[in-house]
C-alpha cells in the first residue's frame, strides 16, 4: 500500500465528531463583567490622571559668571524646577553651538526634577575669550568653576563642602568636555557624553590600516601621524569657530521605535528653538564680531596654537607629531584612565565625524581604569539626528539613579538600536537589542564573528592627477542641515570607474546582521617600475547590494588607510583593514561588495597620479562581527499609555462579548453530526440590490465527492466563502457535522480549504510553507501527513525550492496539499485542477474518488464539467445565486433528451430517426447515433428503430455532462 492509500486508511483513526464548546456559566459571566469593569476603570484613571498632568514648572535664572582665567565672562542660564534642593546637571552645547542650542535639553531635565545649568562656552555665544577645543587649563578649567558655583547654591544638593551632587551631559564637543571634566575633578558623580571623540588626532586623521596578520581597531592604533586628513569635516569645525555657519549638535530627534516620519519636521531642538549659529559676543583675541561676522582674522577666535595646527594639516595633509600631541591633550583619550564617575556613552550609528570607534576606545579606556562604563548605540549621529525622546528619557534614568538613586540600576551593559528597511505607518522600523556585557569592536575580545568570503580578481586602481575627480562616500554637515533624513545619503554614494576595486559575496541565505566593525586582509602593490614612494592612500567600505543591483552605503562610512611603503618591484605588501563600525541588517538574497577605492572627496588624497594592484589574501573572507542579545524597548509616555488602555478596554469588551455571542451561536444539531454539510436557506446580499446567492438549499452526504457547477457570477465561490467563515450570511444557515458555522467556529477545523487560491511566503520552501502552516494550527506534526500531502502535490524535487520560482501549476498543486493536510473530513477546492497538466488532473481524480470511498466528504467547484462528469457522483448546479437542479450526476444527465443508440446499419439508422417527428439533432459517430429526441421516450424511439429492420445492440441517454448543463442553465436563464 502507498502512502496515500496507508493515509486514506487513517479514516477510522479520527474522530467525526466534535464535542460541544463548553457555555459559560453565569459566575464565569459575572467575573468576566466585573474584570471588564476593572479593566474600562483603569482606563478612565489613566485617563484622569494623565488629563490632570501638566508640564513640570521650570524657572529660569540668567547670570554672566566668572571663568577660570581673568577677563573670562560665561554666560550661563539656571534651570529651577518645581521643588529644591535637588541634583545639578551641566549641559554643555555642541561646537558652533551656545546655550541656547540646548534650551529643550535643559528644560527637559528641569522638568524630571534637576537644577539645570546651561552655558556658552568660552568663544561661542555672548561668553569672551578664545576657543581652545577643551583645553584643560581653559574650557576644561571654566566647567570646574561651574562646578564650584553650583556648591554655593541654596537649591543644589551637597555631598560635602564645595561639593554639589552633580552631573554633566553634552553631544560632540559638549560631550568630550563632559569627559574631560570627569577625569580632572571628581566632584562629577555621573555623566552622559553622546556623539562625542575620544582622541581628536584619531577622528580627524584616521587610518584603518595595519600591516601583519593581526587587526585592532582604528581607536587602538598609534596611527595618527600617517593617517589620512578627514578635509571637509574638520574644514566645516574650522568655519564654524571662525564664525561661519554653526555647526553644534544634530537638532533633529533620530528615528526610534514609533517615532514619526523623519522627514516630517524641520529641524528643531527639544524646546522648538530653532539651533542658532555663533552669535559673537565680547571676546578678548579679536575672534568673531556679534552676529557671526568674521572680525578679518583668519584664525577667527580660535587660540592661536590651534589655528596653526589646523593650517599645517589642512595645507599639507599631514600631522607633526607635536600637532598630533596638541590634539590628544585636548581630547578625553588623555583621562580616561581617571574617570570613575558612572559613564553612559551614547554614540551614533550614522556619524561620519566621530563613528562607533570612538566610543568604543573610550569605554574601552575607561573599564580597564575600574570606571562603571555603559554603551548604547542609536540610530542617530552627526548625519542621522540627536537622541530621541525614549533615548533621552533613558539618559535622564541614568541621572535619577546616580545622582538620587531612584529608579532601577541601568547597569553596565550594552545596546543598539537596529533600523530596518520596512516602514510602518511612515516611520521607520526600528528594533533595540541589548547585553548584559559590552564586547566591544577590538579583536581578542567576546565578540562573535562570522567568516562571509567575498570573490574578485586583483584589479588595478588609479589615482587620477589631483586626485579629481573624486568618489563620494558621505555628505560631511548634511546631519546639521535636514537633520535624520540624511539616511538617504547613503544611497549617493559614488564610485568612480577606475578608481575601485570591487569583491562581492554570494547572494546571503540568511539575515546577517552586522553589529561592529568587520575586517579583511588586502594585498596591495603598485605596478612594477612605476615607484610609489609615499606609499597609498585608500579608502575601504562596505555595501548592502540587493537584488536589481541597488546598493546602500550603511551609514555612509567609509575607513581610509595609508600603506606607507611599497616595494619598487612591485611585490604586494599584506595589510589588515577593519572596516567601519556600522549596525546593519543584511536581508537574505543580498550581498555585501567590499569597495577600496583611490579616492574620496571628504578625506585629503595625493595629489601624484598612481596606479595600485589591490587583491584578497587567502580565503578572501570578511570577519564580521555579530553581537547577540535580547530586544528591549523603552518605556511608553503616558499619552500613548491612556489610549493603550482605552483601547485595550474596548477589546476585552469586544473580545467578550463576541465569546458570549459565539457560544450562543454554535447551534449544535446532535441528529446532524454524522452530515458534512447542510445549507438551508442560505442567502448573501451586497449593497445595491446585488444577491450573490438566493435562498440555497442542498446536502451533502458522507462519502460524496459533490461537484459544485455554474457559470460565472452564479454564487459558487461566494458560497464557499461563506462555508469557511469568510464572510457573513444575509440569512439562512449553514451546518458542518450538526455545528452552525461562523466565523472562528471551532468545526472549521475538521474542513480542509483551498478557495481563491492560497497565500505561500515567497522567500520559504514548499515544504517549509506547509510546516509553518501546519504548526500555526496547533496539532501535532505526526498527525499532519506530511509525505502523502507532497505526494499529491507531485512536486518532487522541487518542494524544497523558494515558492517564488514555483509556475502557477506548482503553487496550484502545493495549495491543494496544504488543503490535504491532516487529512480533513470535509476537503473543500475551489477550481483544483487550473494549471495541472492531464497526467496531474488524472492522478487528482483518482485522489478525491479514493478520498471519499474512506469514509469523508469532497466539495468541488469547477467549470470543467467533463473532469466533474469523471470525478464527482453527486452535482449541484447554480445560476444566479439560485440552485437549479442537484442530485447524482447519472439522474442529471438521465434527464436530457439526447439518446445514444449502438446499431448494425448506422447510416440506416440516422434515416429513420431524421424521419420521425421531433427528432433533432442526429448524428452518426462509427456505429453509434446519437439523436436529441426532443421529448420523444427513448423506448418509442426504439421501436421505431426495430421496425425499420435496424438491430439495436444497445441504447441509453447520451452521457454528456455538458448538454445537461446548458440546458438546464439555459431554462432557468429563459425563465
Not at 554666560?75 to 540646548?102: C, M, N, Q, R, W
Not at 569627559?179 to 581628536?200: E, K
Not at 491612556?642 to 477589546?651: E, H, K, P, S, T
Amino acid at each position: 500500500m502507498g502512502p496515500i492509500g496507508r493515509a486514506l486508511s487513517y479514516s477510522q483513526e479520527r474522530s467525526h465528531t466534535v464535542s460541544d464548546v463548553p457555555r459559560i456559566s453565569r459566575p464565569l459571566q459575572r467575573w468576566l463583567l466585573v474584570g471588564l469593569a476593572v479593566a474600562v476603570a483603569a482606563a478612565g484613571g489613566v485617563v484622569w490622571l494623565s488629563s490632570g498632568d501638566d508640564p513640570a514648572e521650570v524657572r529660569t535664572r540668567e547670570q554672566t559668571l566668572d571663568g577660570a582665567a581673568p577677563g573670562i565672562r560665561l554666560d550661563t542660564t539656571l534651570y529651577l524646577p518645581e521643588e529644591t534642593p535637588a541634583p545639578a546637571i551641566i549641559v554643555a552645547h555642541g561646537f558652533g553651538g551656545s546655550k541656547a542650542s540646548v534650551d529643550g535639553d535643559a528644560r527637559e531635565l528641569a522638568g524630571r526634577g534637576f537644577v539645570v545649568l546651561a552655558y556658552s562656552a568660552r568663544g561661542f555665544g555672548a561668553s569672551s575669550g578664545q576657543i581652545a577645543l577643551n583645553s584643560l587649563d581653559a574650557e576644561v578649567a571654566d566647567a570646574s568653576e561651574l562646578v564650584s558655583w553650583l556648591a554655593e547654591r541654596p537649591e543644589v544638593v551637597t555631598d560635602d563642602e564645595d561639593d554639589p551632587k552633580v552631573g554633566v551631559t553634552g553631544g560632540s564637543y559638549g560631550g568630550a568636555l563632559s569627559l574631560l571634566l570627569a577625569g580632572t575633578d571628581d566632584r562629577v558623580d555621573a555623566l552622559v557624553p553622546t556623539i562625542t571623540y575620544n582622541d581628536l588626532s584619531q577622528a580627524l586623521l584616521p587610518n584603518s590600516a595595519t600591516t601583519g596578520a593581526t587587526a585592532s581597531t582604528p581607536a587602538a592604533n598609534a596611527y595618527a601621524p600617517e593617517g589620512v586628513f578627514k578635509r571637509s569635516w574638520a574644514g566645516i569645525f574650522f568655519a564654524a569657530g571662525v564664525g561661519g555657519a554653526g555647526l553644534a549638535d544634530p537638532s533633529t530627534d533620530a528615528v526610534e521605535a514609533g517615532s514619526e516620519d523623519d522627514d516630517a519636521d524641520a529641524p528643531t531642538n527639544a524646546g522648538g528653538t530653532p539651533t542658532e549659529p555663533p552669535a559673537g559676543g565680547p571676546d578678548t583675541g579679536g575672534g568673531a564680531a556679534p552676529g557671526g561676522t568674521a572680525s578679518g582674522d583668519p584664525c577667527g577666535r580660535f587660540r592661536q596654537d590651534f589655528c596653526a595646527a589646523y593650517n599645517e594639516v589642512a595645507t599639507t595633509g599631514r600631522a607633526s607629531e607635536a600637532t598630533v600631541q596638541l590634539l590628544r591633550s585636548v581630547s578625553p583619550v588623555s583621562v580616561a584612565d581617571r574617570i570613575t564617575a558612572p559613564t553612559m556613552l551614547v554614540q551614533g550609528e550614522q556619524d561620519t565625524l566621530f563613528g562607533l570607534d570612538q566610543s568604543d576606545a573610550t569605554a574601552r579606556q575607561i573599564a580597564e581604569a575600574g570606571g562603571k562604563v555603559k554603551v548604547v548605540w542609536y540610530t542617530g549621529g552627526h548625519d542621522g539626528g540627536r537622541p530621541g525622546p525614549e533615548l533621552r528619557g533613558a539618559m535622564a534614568d541614568w541621572f535619577d539613579f546616580h545622582l538620587r538613586g531612584r529608579g532601577e540600576d541601568p547597569g553596565t551593559g550594552f545596546q543598539y538600536d537596529v533600523q530596518g528597511a520596512l516602514r510602518v505607518q511612515g516611520a521607520p522600523s526600528v528594533r533595540t537589542v541589548a547585553t548584559d556585557t559590552y564586547p566591544g569592536l577590538e579583536n581578542g575580545t567576546d565578540t562573535e564573528r562570522r567568516q562571509v568570503r567575498v570573490y574578485g580578481p586583483e584589479q588595478t586602481i588609479i589615482n587620477p592627477p589631483g586626485g579629481n575627480p573624486a568618489s563620494v562616500s558621505s555628505l560631511p554637515g548634511l546631519g546639521s542641515i535636514i537633520g535624520s533624513s540624511s539616511r538617504l545619503a547613503g544611497r549617493v554614494a559614488i564610485d568612480l570607474p577606475g578608481q575601485a576595486a570591487r569583491f562581492s559575496s554570494r547572494p546571503l541565505t540568511n539575515q546577517l546582521l552586522i553589529a561592529g566593525a568587520a575586517t579583511v586582509r588586502l594585498r596591495v602593490s603598485s605596478l612594477p617600475g612605476v615607484p610609489a614612494p609615499d606609499g597609498a592612500v585608500l579608502f575601504a567600505k562596505l555595501y548592502d547590494v540587493g537584488q536589481d543591483g541597488s546598493r546602500l552605503l550603511p551609514g555612509s562610512a567609509v575607513s581610509p588607510l595609508r600603506v606607507p611603503t611599497l616595494p619598487a618591484d612591485g611585490s604586494p605588501v599584506e595589510v589588515t583593514v577593519t572596516l567601519p563600525a556600522i549596525v546593519r541588517p543584511i536581508e537574505t538574497d543580498r550581498r555585501v561588495e567590499l569597495v577600496v577605492s583611490t579616492t574620496d572627496q571628504a578625506y585629503a588624497t595625493p595629489t601624484e597620479a598612481a596606479a595600485y594592484r589591490v587583491s584578497l589574501v587567502e580565503d578572501g573572507a570578511l570577519a564580521v562581527p555579530v553581537v547577540a542579545g535580547t530586544r528591549s524597548g523603552g518605556g511608553l509616555p503616558s499619552g500613548p499609555l491612556v489610549g493603550i488602555a482605552i483601547v485595550l478596554g474596548v477589546c476585552v469588551l469586544a473580545a467578550i462579548w463576541g465569546a458570549l455571542r459565539r457560544r450562543r451561536a454554535d447551534d449544535h444539531d446532535p441528529a446532524l453530526d454524522d452530515v458534512p454539510l447542510v445549507i438551508e436557506n442560505l442567502s448573501k446580499s451586497y449593497p445595491g440590490g446585488v444577491k450573490a446567492v438566493d435562498d440555497l438549499s442542498f446536502r451533502v452526504e458522507p462519502g460524496q465527492v459533490l461537484g459544485l457547477l455554474g457559470p460565472n457570477g452564479a454564487g459558487k465561490t461566494t458560497t464557499l466563502r461563506m462555508l469557511m467563515g469568510l464572510i457573513t450570511p444575509t440569512g439562512g444557515s449553514m451546518r458542518v457535522f450538526g455545528h452552525r458555522v461562523h466565523s472562528g467556529a471551532p468545526v472549521l477545523s475538521r474542513i480542509g480549504s483551498f478557495v481563491e487560491g492560497a497565500g505561500f511566503l515567497p522567500h520559504l520552501s514548499g515544504r517549509a510553507n506547509l510546516e509553518l502552516y501546519w504548526a500555526a494550527t496547533g496539532r501535532p506534526a505526526d498527525r499532519a501527513h506530511f509525505t502523502e500531502a507532497l505526494e499529491i502535490a507531485g512536486l518532487g524535487g522541487a518542494v524544497d525550492r523558494r515558492v517564488k520560482t514555483y509556475s502557477q501549476g506548482m503553487r496550484q498543486r502545493l495549495a491543494i496539499a496544504q488543503a490535504m493536510l491532516g487529512l480533513p473530513d470535509l476537503l473543500v477546492l475551489d477550481e483544483p485542477t487550473n494549471g495541472l497538466d492531464p497526467p496531474q488532473i488524472h492522478q487528482m481524480r483518482e485522489v478525491l474518488r479514493r478520498y471519499a470511498a474512506a469514509g469523508r466528504t469532497v466539495l468541488v467547484s469547477s467549470h470543467l464539467l467533463a473532469e466533474v462528469e469523471q470525478t464527482c457522483d453527486h452535482v449541484v448546479v447554480m445560476h444566479q445565486g439560485r440552485l437549479v437542479a442537484s442530485g447524482p450526476v447519472e439522474a442529471i444527465v438521465g434527464g436530457a433528451s439526447e439518446a445514444t443508440f449502438r446499431v448494425d446499419r448506422p447510416t440506416d439508422a440516422a434515416e429513420v430517426l431524421r424521419d420521425a417527428e421531433g427528432v433533432e439533432g442526429v448524428v452518426v459517430e462509427g456505429p453509434l447515433v446519437h439523436a436529441d429526441l426532443n421529448g420523444m421516450p427513448r423506448a418509442e424511439a426504439l421501436a421505431t428503430l426495430v421496425r425499420a429492420g435496424v438491430a439495436v445492440e444497445q441504447a441509453g441517454p447520451r452521457r454528456r455532462l455538458e448538454d445537461a448543463f446548458l440546458q438546464l442553465v439555459g431554462e432557468e436563464s429563459r425563465s
